[in-house]
């Protein structure tokens, strides 16, 4: 099943110049069900665009699979009102999945709703700190170039967020937008995984704010690098370090921050270094 990710919706446009009534696009928002062995395990409010994308994303990167070939299939039904993504995996979930069960409704800002304890909120992200990614100064400029030049449905709208790949060597690699910044990781860590790439090779960026759960769903890709339109929190700040990532945000035209292991920002074309 397919829904269109935009609708037109008719309003009145108050200018300098005066009112017209014209159309706006605006970006669809609905609830979208995650079900792994027939119960629902849960619901996300996003935008019904790469949607098998985004369940294989978030099985991922919430820890439910290690990886893509725990997954023996993916179904995305109509469910009425909302969309249900049926998640078939191969033989016993296995105490991963156990130990992520929880019913959890998210709204669009949502990335840790449903959440049991402090513990479970705060897990360690994964590290990355061998990875030997180094990024230029013109590397990171031109990442955030590449992922706004990309972003369709927010050139439609003006209301989504976007996550994109970069590589040094050939720029962003591929991109994923929803209404949610959240999902927006999500569906591009699925993107990745089910093209075979390599999350060490290369860098996340983001148009959102750097939050704990960005850092840790970069680092589930295997991200040695995280850069952002936006600015980080004290908590991502400190979840980057001790995971070995580069955290690079508030990234304006030629000028940015780096908060953590600026040791791979290296001066002229990128370099990998053990």
């Known amino acids: 099943m397919s829904r269109p990710p935009v609708t037109a919706a008719p309003r009145i446009a108050r200018r300098v ?6 159309a706006r696009m605006v970006p669809e928002e609905v609830p979208v069900a995650f079900s792994y062995g027939g119960t629902t395990h849960a619901v996300m409010m996003a935008t019904p665009a790469d949607l098998e994308d985004f369940a294989l994303g978030f099985s991922l990167t ?25 998640i ?15 019913h959890l409704a998210g709204p669009v800002g949502c990335g840790l709703c449903g959440i049991e ?3 479970e909120a705060l897990y360690r992200a994964r590290d990355v700190g061998a990875a030997p990614l180094t990024l230029s100064a013109a590397d990171i400029v031109r990442s955030v170039r590449q992922l706004a030049a990309r972003q369709a449905l927010h050139a439609e709208t003006g209301a989504v967020h976007a ?10 690699l591929t991109v994923r937008e929803d209404v949610g910044r959240h999902n927006a990781l999500d569906k591009l860590a699925g993107a990745l995984a ?56 508030l990234v304006r035209g030629d000028e940015f921050d780096v908060f953590t292991h600026a040791r791979r920002l290296v001066e002229g074309k990128a370099r990998n270094v053990a």
Request: charged fraction near 20%; hydrophobic fraction near 50%.
């Open 117 to 119: 304890s402090i513990e």
């Open 194 to 249: 089910r093209a075979g790439v390599d999350g060490s090779t290369g860098a996340v960026v983001v148009t959102s704010r750097v939050s704990v759960e960005m850092v840790q769903k970069a680092a589930a890709i295997g991200a040695p690098a995280i850069v952002a339109v936006s600015a980080p929190t004290a908590l991502a700040i400190r979840m980057a370090d001790e995971a070995g990532m580069m955290l690079v945000a």
């Open 88 to 102: 078939a995996l191969a033989g016993e979930p296995g105490a991963r999945f156990r130990a992520r069960r929880r």
């Open 163 to 172: 996550a994109g790949f970069y590589l040094p060597e050939s720029g962003i």
């Open 62 to 86: 919430e820890g439910i699979v290690a990886s893509a070939g725990e997954i023996e299939g993916i179904s995305v039904e109509d469910a009425g009102e909302g969309i249900d993504i049926q």
């Open 17 to 22: 110049h005066g009112t017209a009534s014209a």
